[in-house]
């Protein structure tokens, strides 16, 4: 098993706790002891023990098993995004900090039982000879919309940039990384400084910045947009574009950024 996923265990005191997330979804397939992982474990058993697969056979797996429940396919296809693309930012900064294990586990704890298909997984991702280009382009049609700043994809890059910033900085080489995936999102610049801002402290955030929107603009618009962040990360809607439970708790944050820019905006224009 990945050392990674020997960390996650290791804080656990030598086991995962178990808490039902949507990593292991309500409704007739948790009830059935069915969690997406047991059903892609065989499969990515035998993509493991072959030296030539890679990423895209998992995303092929996750196309075609899932294919009939496009709810679960969601759930499958965020999880899977966010570990293999995790595994790759670990290979590009070639450091993993317990403080990194630790915002993992805030986005979705594993069950015990599924740790090693996913460390599976992880360490699939991490040896393929693909680079992250590769993966972050298969990933981007599985979990895209097809459109540009499609807002699943818009989360996966934020929880990356969660995992990134949790040893107290983001590293160049992660930088590099996190902006190139941007790019192959089809993230424009505006949506990427407004997630940038929210992780990087770079001083006095530009609340216009943080709402992606630009400065001068009728306070009408800004209330306008304002609203349609908020209806966006409403946990209703993160949950219905696959987020596990633990990731809303990491949206509130979000939400907080968007919340407290917006209040900075409306109270410079009270006094203009």
Known sequence: MPAFFFALDAQRGGRLRHRPGLIEPPGSHYEAGMSIWDRLGDFIARVSSSASSGVADVVEAVRTVFSGDPDLRRRVAFSVAMIALS??????????????????????????????????????????????????????????????????????????????????????????????????????????????????????????????????????????????????NHPDRLIARGLPQEFIKIATTRVAAINAAYEMIERGLRHV
């Open 87 to 232: 595994a790759k930012m670990a290979k590009a900064d070639g450091i993993v900090t317990q403080d990194e294990v630790r915002a993992f586990q805030e986005i979705f704890e594993v069950p015990p039982s599924e740790t090693r298909n996913v460390a599976r997984l992880y360490d699939i991702a991490k040896r393929d000879i693909a680079g992250f280009e590769i993966y972050a382009q298969r990933m981007a049609q599985l979990c895209g919309s097809g459109h540009a700043n499609c807002m699943m994809l818009e989360d996966i890059l934020d929880g990356l940039f969660h995992i990134a910033k949790a040893d107290g900085l983001i590293h160049e080489r992660e930088g590099q990384f996190l902006h190139r995936i941007a790019e192959i999102f089809r993230i424009d610049e505006v949506h990427y400084e407004a997630i940038l801002s929210r992780h990087v402290n770079l001083g006095a955030a530009d609340p216009y910045v943080v709402l992606g929107i630009e400065r001068g603009k009728p306070f009408e618009e800004v209330r306008k947009r304002y609203r349609k962040l908020i209806s966006d």
